[in-house]
């Protein structure tokens, strides 16, 4: 059974800091990119960053750059994501996700992952 554990979320003031992590179980970890994607009240969900750890390939969205890092621990099958000037634009649930890599490369290599598996979701709010 696929599993995706996210934790880490909480409240912090802006440009604050903090760290995400998903624990993952049920697949081969190398073969399967993990993403971390986030949803505000009334938005649309949006991916902001992801992984393909085998091949240490990482993509961020435009809004994060510079701000967020995304790593892996091959041997503990775990994602994590750390935020740091955080924003009040970044309050949001933050969900870990998976989806098989198609070994496709290039620049938006990642909008070719078939996002198959998800977590519960974790709140992170900024305040100003």
């Known amino acids: 059974e696929v599993q995706l554990v996210e934790s880490g979320g909480g409240l912090v003031q802006a440009g604050g800091s903090l760290r995400l992590s998903c624990a993952a179980s049920?697949?081969?970890?190398?073969?399967?990119?993990i993403g971390w994607f986030r949803q505000a009240p009334g938005k649309e969900r949006e991916r902001v960053s992801c992984?393909?750890?085998?091949?240490?390939?990482?993509s961020y969205a435009d809004s994060v750059k510079g701000r967020f890092t995304i790593s892996s621990d091959n041997a503990k099958n775990t994602v994590s994501l750390q935020m740091n000037s955080l924003k009040p634009e970044d309050t949001a649930v933050y969900y870990c996700?998976?989806?098989?890599?198609?070994?496709?490369?290039?620049?938006?290599?990642?909008?070719?992952?078939?996002?198959?598996?998800w977590g519960q979701g974790t709140q992170v709010t900024v305040s100003s």
């Open positions: 992984i393909h750890s085998r091949d240490g390939i990482t």
């Open positions: 996700a998976a989806g098989a890599f198609r070994g496709i490369y290039g620049r938006t290599w990642w909008k070719y992952v078939p996002w198959d598996y």
């Open positions: 049920g697949f081969i970890f190398g073969d399967y990119v």
